[in-house]
């Protein structure tokens, strides 16, 4: 009898561990090069960025940034807002864009094992472009930057980003009536310049469903 109640001890000991190390899971970190698409509906024109280029039933994404981790430990993400390219402290950038509950808005993805390779290049070339003016016309190639021409740049010059990322034309025109949105006519008309419909170029939403990168983690559903 003593020996059962011995042995029904350890089994229910046993229980217990595996329940507890079930219920411990790892704490996700970031790493450098990781990506971070962001839900941002705190203007007009993220809701205008996100009216044409898509995206999922639960998350629509206007932004996107890159995780750099400095030498001291700082977690910053280089990105391309409406002050130009910068560094942010990861904590602002996600506060940036909550839901009612205070969930960041923001998914990570990660770029794939044969990609990794790059990022050490492409954040260094990040890291000279800060203080670029924000690219408002939205086009490819000159010194100005928008927030996925600039992970896009990054990665040219730190080796093949047309493997990484694809360009493709851009639109600004209503998916069900064909006609340029309302928002974009007034946007480009106070610039004073024409729409770049179909230049190309690309978009948070399009890098976030890249074949080549996994969401790995997201703010919103941990």
């Known amino acids: 009898m003593y020996f059962l109640r011995i042995l029904v001890v350890l089994v229910l000991g046993a229980q217990f561990t595996a329940c507890h190390n079930l219920q411990k899971k790892p704490r996700f970190a970031l790493e450098k090069g990781d990506l971070l698409f962001q839900d941002l509906d705190a203007d007009s024109i993220s809701d205008a960025i996100e009216s044409v280029t898509g995206g999922d039933k639960n998350l629509s994404f206007s932004h996107v940034g890159i995780v750099d ?3 001291n430990g700082d977690t910053m ?23 009612a509950d205070q969930k960041p808005k923001v998914e990570v993805g990660r770029l794939k ?3 990794t390779a790059f990022i050490d290049k492409a ?10 003016p924000y690219d408002d016309i939205y ?3 000159d010194s100005t930057y928008y927030c996925s021409e600039l992970i896009y740049d990054l990665f040219a010059n730190a080796g093949d980003s047309i493997e990484i990322f694809r360009l493709n034309p851009m639109t600004f025109k209503d998916a069900k009536t064909g006609d340029f949105l309302p928002f974009w006519i007034e946007y480009y008309k106070n610039l004073g310049v024409d729409i770049p419909e179909g230049k190309p170029g690309l978009n948070p939403n399009g890098m976030h469903g890249s074949p ?9 559903r941990q």
């Open 212 to 220: 080549n990168i996994e969401i790995v983690f997201s703010y919103l």
């Open 77 to 99: 993400v280089l990105e391309a807002i409406s002050k130009g390219v910068t560094y942010t402290k990861l904590t602002d950038f996600l506060r940036r864009s909550t839901t």
């Open 69 to 71: 981790i400095h030498k």
């Open 139 to 141: 086009i490819m190639g």
């Open 123 to 132: 954040l260094e070339s990040g890291g000279k472009l800060i203080g670029k």
């Open 113 to 115: 094992p044969e990609f």
